[in-house]
Antibody, heavy 122, light 106 residues
């Protein structure tokens, strides 16, 4: 069965960086785009960026340009999201999500990781 | 950025009743709209994609309709497990989500 399993909760100080991992199993990792979506407390989800796991090509929301980097390691079917220059507004649950359509950057998200809480506090 | 406005913010209904949730886009998204259900502490769950297609394993009481800028998610007869927050999501442009409708037990 398809699974996306994320790394554990993180507590970071302002100005630091955080990396969240997302390990995929149960399907061909290189065939489906992975998006990173975050959700601040009490808010709707917000799309940060995506990666084509086959080519490594990425695209980021303008809001996060220069602060977010998404990478992947196809040998272990894992995607990573690094966010730098953290501030208190970055406190949120971060999800990875798989696009439903094969080799489509912009489909709906049919499988999600369990979420990783990132807390930014001095 | 396409803004999705969901209404109402909160909907209070009883099990067995019909629920109608609305999502309006700031510009046309064609039929590139999905609906998700989210329960506390859990990831969103895909219910409907491309406006009216039920995702795999989703009960028939969930249905989606609409195109362009106005969309509706209907739950024909509420079950106890349906009380949750519902989000719409467009993929026409850079993907965005609405702010959610909290469906609560009356």
């Amino acid at each position: 069965q398809v699974q996306l399993v994320q790394s554990g909760a993180e507590v970071k100080k302002p100005g630091a960086s955080v990396t969240v991992s997302c390990k995929a199993s149960g399907y061909t990792f290189t065939g489906y785009y992975i998006h990173w979506v975050r959700q601040a407390p009490g808010q709707g989800p917000e799309c940060m960026g995506w990666i084509n796991p086959h080519s490594g090509v990425t695209n980021y929301a303008q809001k996060f340009q220069g602060r977010v980097t998404v990478t992947r390691d196809t040998s272990i079917s894992t995607a990573y999201m690094e966010l730098s220059g953290l501030n208190s507004d970055d406190t949120a649950v971060y999800f990875c999500a798989r696009v439903r359509n094969y080799y489509d950057s912009s489909g709906s998200f049919d499988y999600w990781g369990q979420g990783t809480l990132v807390t930014v506090s001095s | 950025e396409i803004v999705l406005t969901q209404s109402p913010a909160t909907l209070s209904l009883s099990p067995g009743e019909r629920a109608t949730l609305s999502c309006r886009a700031s510009q046309s998204v064609g039929n590139y709209l999905a609906w998700y259900q989210q329960k506390p502490g859990r990831a969103p769950r895909l219910l409907v994609y491309d406006a009216s297609n039920r995702a795999s394993g989703i009960p028939a009481r969930f249905s989606g309709s609409g195109s362009g800028t106005d969309f509706t998610l209907t739950i024909s007869s509420l079950e106890p497990e349906d009380f949750a927050v519902y989000y719409c999501h467009q993929r026409s442009n850079w993907p965005t989500f609405g702010q959610g409708t909290n469906l609560e037990i009356k």
